[in-house]
């Protein structure tokens, strides 16, 4: 199955294609180069050309990121969102005997890597920031999706499904929030250098008595 064809899928009629998932053998390698590293990247350049290109307009008003802000915040967003990829699919596995479910890093991988196709998919709507609504959605829904995806390949007890993914969901708004904080201080830290390095070099050009 092609990427768009999974991702349509997914989207469309999500606990059969979880079921689907579930038969398919990936290695982590795959999960990554054939569809996160892919999906993962649409986010990210929507975000610049909406902040660093369109730009958001007030009153009449239009205000751009700056393109080097606007680079540095989409890199580290792209390298952020493959690195939580991992780290929640770390922590669902490690959270399965717990919850009476079966150790598996390559099913737990699938769970996260799928499941966030939405969020992905629908980053294509920062291109106008206007329509950032649509992309918050879509995290939502892959919110959703992670949890038919957990109920389907980690199976746990009916009793303890629901604890394992609330569980598993403040954890990933928890890891989410503070990758969102890092990259925003980050990107602003940067700029804010750019700018004493250029007031720098413009004082050293004033001439002197």
């Known amino acids: 199955m092609n990427m768009i064809e999974r991702g349509i899928n997914i989207l469309v009629k999500p606990t059969t294609e979880w079921n689907n998932i579930k038969k398919e053998k990936w290695t982590i390698q795959n999960l990554f180069v054939k569809?996160?590293?892919?999906?993962?990247?649409?986010?990210?350049?929507?975000?610049?050309?909406?902040?660093?290109?369109?730009?958001?307009?007030?009153?009449?008003?239009?205000?751009?990121?700056?393109?080097?802000n606007g680079i540095i915040f989409a890199v580290l967003s792209y390298i952020l969102a493959l690195g939580t990829t991992f780290l929640m699919a770390f922590i669902i596995d490690a959270l399965a005997p717990t919850f009476g479910a079966?150790?598996?890093?390559?099913?737990?991988?699938?769970?996260?890597?799928?499941?966030?196709?939405?969020?992905w998919v629908a980053g294509i709507f920062a291109i106008l920031p206007a329509l950032g609504i649509l992309a918050f959605g879509g995290s939502i829904y892959s919110l959703v999706l992670l949890y038919f995806g957990m109920k389907s390949l980690k199976n746990p007890p009916k009793d303890k499904m629901v604890g394992y993914y609330v569980v598993t969901l403040i954890i990933w708004i928890v890891i989410a929030v503070i990758a969102a904080v890092?990259?925003?201080?980050i990107a602003l830290t940067s700029v804010g250098a750019g700018v004493a390095t250029d007031a720098a070099e413009a004082f050293k050009m004033i001439p002197r008595s």
């Open 102 to 119: 079966v150790k598996n890093m390559e099913d737990s991988l699938k769970i996260v890597v799928f499941a966030n196709t939405a969020a």
């Open 182 to 185: 890092v990259v925003g201080a």
């Open 35 to 68: 569809y996160a590293m892919i999906l993962a990247a649409i986010p990210a350049v929507a975000g610049f050309i909406g902040q660093s290109v369109i730009g958001v307009s007030f009153f009449g008003a239009t205000f751009r990121q700056p393109p080097v």
